[in-house]
């Protein structure tokens, strides 16, 4: 690894609080890492991935479901057609939920 050098700012007191919430408001601790990346790109991307967190959950259900539905199947060999009907429900919801990520997605530019 390359030895790093020294870079020295003089900022005022203000300033430093400036920068010490925006590292705050993205998450940052290490204010070197934070101004080196400031310093080199210019700006910062903080996404909300609370709809990331909800599709990811409603997988889960989804996947739980599907595996009951399968296990019942093996051991009767049958499963109700309200449990089917159901399960593509809960998968159409996924893929709305997905869309709206998706298109959301797409606006971001850099």
């Known amino acids: 690894m390359e030895k790093r050098k020294r870079l020295e700012a003089r900022l005022t007191e203000q300033e430093l609080k400036l920068i010490e919430e925006k590292m705050k408001k993205c998450g940052i601790r290490n204010k070197s890492a934070f101004l080196r990346k400031m310093a080199i790109d210019g700006c910062l991307i903080q996404l909300d991935l609370s709809d990331v967190k909800e599709m990811i ?4 259900i989804n996947s739980n479901n ?14 109700y057609e309200k ?17 709206k990520i998706l298109e959301n997605l797409s606006k971001l530019q850099k």
């Open 66 to 79: 599907l595996n009951q539905y399968a296990r019942k199947a093996n051991e009767c060999g049958s499963v």
């Open 83 to 99: 449990d089917i009907r159901e399960l593509q429900n809960q998968q159409k919801l996924i893929w709305v939920e997905m869309r």
């Open 57 to 60: 959950r409603l997988l889960r």
